[in-house]
């Protein structure tokens, strides 16, 4: 399994870039310096529940994939079900 890590100050700044493009292409007057510091205060925001969400899916992924192997394992037999293994040692 791969192992990849969202940092929230590249996903924040992601944010950021689309925001101003997009109000670039609104013609509207520059943006001050106020304008700036809220769209910074909300890309982070925003950064943080893409954060979460990524992570999420990614334990979903990674919890889906160990069963899936395991259940392959037992239908291949490479494993034994813990209820057969207990009563195997019964006989």
């Known amino acids: 399994m791969e192992k990849t890590k969202t940092s929230k100050k590249v996903l924040s700044g992601l944010?950021?870039?689309?925001?101003?493009?997009?109000?670039?292409?609104?013609e509207l007057p520059q943006p001050?310096?106020?304008i700036k510091k809220l769209i910074a205060k909300d890309s982070k925001r925003l950064a943080?529940?893409?954060?979460?969400?990524?992570?999420?899916?990614?334990?979903?992924?990674?919890?889906?994939?160990?069963?899936?192997?395991?259940?392959?394992d037992v239908l291949k037999g490479k494993k034994v079900k813990k209820a057969k293994a207990g009563r195997q040692a019964e006989k």
């Open 15 to 26: 944010i950021n870039n689309a925001i101003q493009e997009a109000l670039a292409k609104l």
């Open 32 to 34: 001050g310096k106020k």
């Open 48 to 72: 943080s529940v893409f954060a979460d969400v990524i992570k999420r899916e990614q334990k979903k992924k990674q919890k889906t994939e160990k069963t899936l192997t395991y259940v392959e």
